[in-house]
């Protein structure tokens, strides 16, 4: 028998060590800032909120089962069919996120990759970017170490944010930015580099030359939407996948453990 102290604790404990791998997920996923710009906040703050609820439900369960029969003997049994109603929530709530999670990433990268610019949720992004690439291009503002030292610059949060963070983080240059191609195949212009798989940046004896940095006089040479798209779709539909399989295997869980309560009642 278990008496109240151990059952709520052993419960907690179980559940606590259950939820710890969707909410780090989903802190990582609000700490991440391309995740953070493009995607739905709603979603991992769902999978904290709805953890954190089922802790406090447990425990607002067990101290009502207790209450109510509280002269009867409680066994691992007891916990074990009060556990898996929480179990099998939890994994419903998984799942239920990590569909919209994937399909809202996969629209997203396709935004960035294919439709920069063009786009509704890319325009803004694109737009600030020309302006302070104009600026960045002026004879007085090329030596400049960042163009945020420049005439004419004016931050517009938090998209100059996310292109400095881009920059630095991703190590490129460009976003949404489009050149003329040349013919010319012995050039010191550097080279177009995209981070998208599949994507051709420049066709068979001809270069796109990449536009300098904004914050930096590096000058890379990999375009910031391709490392966007890339990383935004990798990070994401990674972490919407392994939630997917996670509640799956929260929800076997559950029907194993009350399958294990029937089979052990029917053997007394």
């Known amino acids: 028998p278990l008496d109240k102290s151990s059952f709520v604790t052993l419960g907690l404990v179980l559940l606590a060590m259950l939820c710890f791998l ?29 953890s954190g609820l089922i802790l406090v439900f447990f425990f607002v ?43 809202r990433t996969l629209a997203l990268h396709n935004d960035i990759a294919y439709e920069c610019g063009i786009s509704e949720v890319t325009r803004p ?25 420049c005439l004419g ?22 976003f949404c930015y489009k050149a003329p ?20 940046a420049f066709n068979a004896g001809g270069m796109i030359a990449s536009p300098p940095t904004l914050f930096s006089l590096s000058n890379f040479n990999a375009s910031c939407d391709g490392a966007a798209a890339r990383n935004l779709i990798a990070f994401s539909q990674d972490t919407g996948k392994e ?3 996670v509640g799956v295997a929260l929800i076997s869980l559950s029907v194993v453990m009350n399958f294990w309560e029937w089979t052990f009642r029917f053997a007394k």
């Open 22 to 50: 969707p909410v780090w997920d989903s802190v990582d996923m609000l700490q991440n800032v391309n995740y953070a710009f493009w995607g739905p906040p709603g979603l991992p703050l769902t999978v904290i909120s709805v």
């Open 181 to 200: 191609r040349t013919n010319v195949t012995n050039t010191h212009t550097p080279r177009r580099e995209t981070a998208i798989s599949g994507d051709k």
């Open 125 to 149: 992004v694109a737009l600030h970017y020309a302006d302070l690439l104009k600026i960045r291009q002026m004879p007085k503002c090329a030596p400049e170490a960042s163009v945020e030292n």
């Open 61 to 103: 369960t067990a101290e009502a089962f207790f209450n109510r029969w509280r002269n009867e003997i409680h066994t691992a049994q007891s916990l074990v069919v009060m556990s898996s109603l929480f179990v099998m929530l939890l994994g419903l709530v998984l799942v239920l996120i990590s569909l919209p999670l994937t399909h």
């Open 243 to 245: 939630m997917w399989y």
């Open 153 to 174: 610059y004016k931050e517009d949060p938090p998209i100059t944010g996310y292109l400095k963070h881009m920059e630095s983080e991703f190590r490129c240059s460009g």
